[in-house]
């Protein structure tokens, strides 16, 4: 909840300071970036943060298991890392909006680099929370100090990626460092590799496909209505996952716990739980939904930004489904390794949604983006409840 606290905080201190410095519009470049390099840090990631963590929790006594287990999963991210490299490469030589900005992108990869080399499954599995908490509120807390101190007019947007990419970077190697003490050499055998890749196609289809209805938006805003329009509609969805993920490190926390759990032990506490789930989330969308405007005005100072206030209000809802159905895909199905029931409505919903905010942001701009979100959610809640009735309780 530490983690949580500053990964909400941290950004209220400086996204008013970047809206008033850069402006919507370079703000919106920088956010559509942000954006395409959380879907290249889905691919490296390859289901990783569940597989591997559930797999820690279950070796963790044995240092030789879990060393070679550690060296297999690092070895396949740095192959990751170089393919969703040259992937974006390709981009910025074929795609125009990407070829005008093309240092925002490359610096923005660095994201990806330190969040690979961060071993977060490894302290999550072996339930040292603890050290994942301290090195990522000190990344968080770098970036916003040297943001402060070097970001000053408009023309210093470029360094908003860079120093992101700094603070996710000196993370990166912190943690990894520091994962040395729990695990040896062990050289990878190129057999585990491949059923790695095997095992994990189905939960990164999943995670991909979560990128397309939690990081796509503000992309797909942005290459239709332009980068200002995507800059006002990042103000208010960064606000709004901050929300949203303040559930993360409650259930990544639980995660190793349940998952040794016999399935009616499982069951018996997603059972329990429920109720106060629904309650947090309900309370977060009724603030937003009834002081959605005065928030705006009390962050932002922004007259663009504040004219979009019911956008904001639309997005709030999203607190409420998101919850609920992250206790379904995050946290029971992988606890029983349903990676295929979990797959279902995560895709279902990515392809939902790309689909969906297209049409939408073509016809009605950033209403139809907000709008396309929030059901997004709520039709992945309603497929993760059919399938837990209908494939899990039966």
């Known amino acids: 909840m530490i983690l949580q606290a500053a990964n909400f905080l941290l950004p209220l201190l400086v996204l008013p300071f970047l809206i008033k410095t850069l402006g919507t519009d370079k703000f919106g470049v920088v956010m559509v970036a942000l954006s395409f390099t959380a879907i290249l840090n889905i691919l490296v990631d390859f289901g990783f943060n569940i597989s591997a963590t559930r797999e820690v929790s279950l070796i963790k006594h044995n240092r030789q298991d879990l060393s070679g287990y550690f060296w297999s999963v690092f070895s396949l991210k740095l192959i990751l890392i170089l393919i969703s490299f040259l992937g974006l490469l390709l ?12 240092i925002v992108y490359l610096l923005s990869f660095g994201l990806v680099l330190g969040q690979a ?5 490894l302290f999550q599995g072996i339930e040292k929370m603890r050290i994942v908490t301290i090195i990522n509120v000190l990344a968080k807390s770098i970036f916003t100090v040297l943001i402060f101190i070097f970001v000053h007019t408009k023309q210093d947007y470029i360094l908003v990626p860079l120093l992101n990419s700094l603070g996710f970077i000196i993370a990166g190697l912190t943690g990894f460092a520091l994962s040395l003490s729990y695990v040896d050499w062990v050289k990878p055998r190129l057999y585990n590799l491949k059923k790695m890749t095997r095992e994990n196609i ?24 332009g980068d200002n329009m995507a800059g006002i509609y990042a103000s208010m969805e960064k606000l709004v996952i901050a ?19 016999n399935k009616n032990e499982i069951i018996k ?10 309650m947090a989330g309900l309370s ?3 603030i937003i939904l009834i002081f ?5 005005e009390l962050l932002y100072h922004n007259q663009q930004i504040n004219q979009y206030s019911h956008v904001f209000k639309i997005l709030g809802f999203i607190a409420l489904f998101a919850s609920l159905n992250m206790l379904y895909v995050s946290l029971l199905f992988p606890a029983l390794k349903a ?14 949604n790309v689909i969906l905010a297209i049409f939408a942001a073509y016809f009605f701009n950033i209403y139809g983006v907000a709008m396309a979100a929030v059901t997004t959610e709520f039709f992945i809640l309603v497929i993760a409840l059919w399938l837990y009735k209908n494939r899990i309780l039966k």
């Open 91 to 102: 981009c910025i030589f074929f795609i125009p909006k990407f070829h005008q900005e093309a």
């Open 117 to 121: 080399l961060f071993p977060a499954w």
């Open 202 to 225: 189905s939960l990164l289809t999943s995670n991909f496909a979560t990128s397309l209805y939690t990081s796509s938006n503000t992309f797909i805003l942005g290459m239709i209505a």
């Open 243 to 261: 929300l949203k993920s303040m559930f993360a490190p409650l259930y990544q926390s639980i995660f190793p716990w349940l998952a040794q759990k």
């Open 269 to 278: 506490f997603i059972q329990h739980i429920k109720k106060y789930i629904f």
């Open 284 to 286: 977060l969308s009724l």
């Open 292 to 296: 959605g405007k005065y928030i705006l």
């Open 339 to 352: 990676y295929k029931e979990r797959m279902i409505p995560m895709l279902s919903g990515g392809i939902f």
